[in-house]
């Protein structure tokens, strides 16, 4: 349904991608704490309706370039485009206004709020409040669990639900773009299996999804387009079925 | 027994009483510290401004001071919105030290302008209220105005709670306490939101100061007299929960009455301050503290 037309970056060049629509566009962005230099030089797109994945190990800048399409860091050079309109120097809450949600790292649900308040969190913005009942009725067929213990402190829930609850709230607003950060982090297997296939779930009714991910394999077999990032670089670009194992275990550990 | 009971029955009444105004003196304190993580030094001194306020507006309208709540609380709210807003939003995540200067500061203008424009004469909201008994049979009087304060001071809190529990403005200000960092990233504008709970907690002080102006005498100074026992409500009480900050207000009422009654009028203050020594050293987060 969305073929890949563009090969790896080396190939198309900068080019716009043809047939498929560009939804977010990060260009040449640099990033910085203080004095240290998280990201230098990155570029990145996504297209509508994909699942595109950023690899990399420990410190790589991963969630430092997820926080920035947040709006919760601000590039000191280089430009974000959602849909055709520039969004960096937004405030997080901003960018949820513009159809950014982000499921954060470490989940991060709100422990003294009940699981249905912290999903009306989720719903805060004001177009996004009058569609409540609507978005809550499929977040509950999506994950029956949160329905269940819809009257529960989020502080007592175990993790995976916890994870769930996360995903369910980042929903709510009805976002085009979901950042998925970490959300396997502590999980057991099965856990993460049952939560990776509602993201595929979540993907196929037309959400557009960046991910990031530790695990290799569990990234390049759910996402159509892989960056692999170290030390605040992106290393390689490119479909997983286009990356040889041997590229990836290169760009992955800075060969 | 009997005869103990009825010896006490007087300073356990009032004790209480007095206790439900202790709580919403304490109130907007503890949920300024709560939320925003922000000792409000200024919070005697905006009870004492609402008090003059509503001295004020009695002035133009000479009617029970009761009825002054209704401009009293939307200007105090006014009031407190700007100060977060304009001020102590500024210095927010620059460490401990800067909001507490700031909330110093402004209690010392605040005084001054008081003292300024009223003179530091001796004010007291002026009504019959003050002054009536309620007999209870033959058992026991109750000071009228003790008991009105008593139940302004229980409405507000439920009010409050409700709006905590219920609207979304509410559950937007738990969920920046919980964790203001995901707050944002649900579109939530934390900035603002620390502004609508200061509005909210200086509301609290004009209810305070309306009832501690029909209940006491107040001077432009008066307000850190009412700092320290938010201090004390607060420290009883613990973090987290509105009843659990207006049993605290209980609790100080009854050791600061029984206090007076056992060891003389004197001891009144000492006693609730030795209950809070108490409270601190065996469970420092307060009685009834969450999370």
Redesign the interface.
């Known amino acids: 349904m969305y073929g890949i037309e563009r090969g790896s970056r080396g190939l198309s060049g900068n080019g716009g991608s043809i047939g498929v629509n560009s939804l977010l566009r990060v260009q040449n962005i640099d990033v910085f704490y203080g004095d240290f230099h998280a990201l230098w030089d990155v570029s990145l797109e996504v297209e509508e309706a994909f699942v595109v994945s950023i690899i990399g190990a420990n410190g790589a800048g991963k969630s430092t370039l997820m926080n920035t399409i947040?709006g919760?860091l601000s590039p000191s050079k280089g430009t974000i485009e959602f849909h055709g309109k520039r969004i960096n120097g937004l405030?997080?809450?901003q960018a949820?206004?513009e159809g950014i949600?982000?499921v954060?790292e470490g989940r991060?649900?709100?422990?003294?709020?009940t699981v249905l308040?912290?999903l009306?969190?989720?719903c805060?913005?004001h177009k996004?409040?009058q569609k409540k009942d609507k978005v809550l009725r499929k977040i509950y067929e999506l994950f029956p669990i949160l329905e269940e213990r819809r009257n529960q402190l989020s502080?007592t829930l175990s993790g995976g639900e916890q994870q769930m609850l996360a995903i369910g709230?980042a929903l709510m607003?009805e976002p085009r773009l979901v950042l998925f950060d970490e959300i396997s982090l502590g999980l057991s297997p099965l856990v993460i299996k049952n939560i990776y296939q509602r993201v595929k779930q979540i993907n196929t009714e037309g959400i557009t999804a960046l991910l990031v991910e530790q695990d290799i394999q569990r990234s390049l077999k759910a996402a159509h387009k892989v960056y692999i990032m170290q030390s605040g670089r992106i290393r390689l670009e490119g479909r997983p079925g286009e990356l040889s194992s041997e590229n990836i275990h290169k760009a992955y550990f800075g060969l | 027994m009997l005869s103990i009971l009825n010896e006490l029955k007087v300073p356990i009444t009032n004790g209480l009483l007095l206790g439900g105004l202790y709580g919403i003196i304490g109130i907007g304190m503890s949920m300024i510290f709560g939320i925003v993580r922000l000792v409000n030094l200024a919070h005697g001194d905006l009870i004492i401004l609402a008090s003059y306020l509503s001295l004020v507006a009695m002035t133009f309208f000479p009617v029970n001071p009761l009825f002054t709540l209704i401009v009293v609380i939307p200007v105090m709210c006014i009031i407190g919105f700007i100060i977060q807003y304009c001020l102590l939003n500024r210095i927010l995540g620059k460490g401990m030290n800067p909001p507490l200067l700031i909330a110093f500061g402004l209690s010392i203008i605040l005084q001054n302008l008081l003292l300024l424009i009223f003179t530091p004469d001796a004010r007291t909201l002026l009504t019959s209220i003050s002054v009536k008994t309620i007999p209870l049979g033959n058992f026991l009087n109750i000071p009228l105005v003790y008991l009105v304060d008593f139940i302004v001071a229980l409405v507000s809190i439920a009010l409050l709670s409700r709006f905590f529990n219920r609207t979304y403005m509410g559950k937007a200000i738990r969920a920046a306490s919980d964790d203001e960092g995901a707050a944002q990233l649900m579109g939530i504008n934390t900035k603002t939101i620390y502004a609508f709970a200061m509005a909210l907690a200086s509301g609290t002080a004009g209810i305070a100061g309306i009832l501690v102006g029909m209940t006491f005498t107040f001077y432009p100074h008066t307000g850190p007299e009412y700092l320290i026992i938010a201090f004390g409500v607060v420290i009883i009480g613990g973090l987290g929960s509105l009843l659990g900050t207006f049993l605290g207000g209980l609790i100080l009422g009854l050791a600061q009455l029984l206090g007076a009654h056992f060891l003389g009028p004197g001891f009144q203050l000492l006693s609730g301050y030795l209950i809070l020594l108490i409270v601190l050293t065996f469970k420092p987060t307060g009685l009834f503290a969450k999370g």
């Open positions: 947040a919760v405030m997080p809450y949820v206004a949600s982000m954060p991060r649900v709100f422990p003294r709020l308040e912290n009306e969190m989720g805060y913005i996004a409040r502080s709230r607003c």
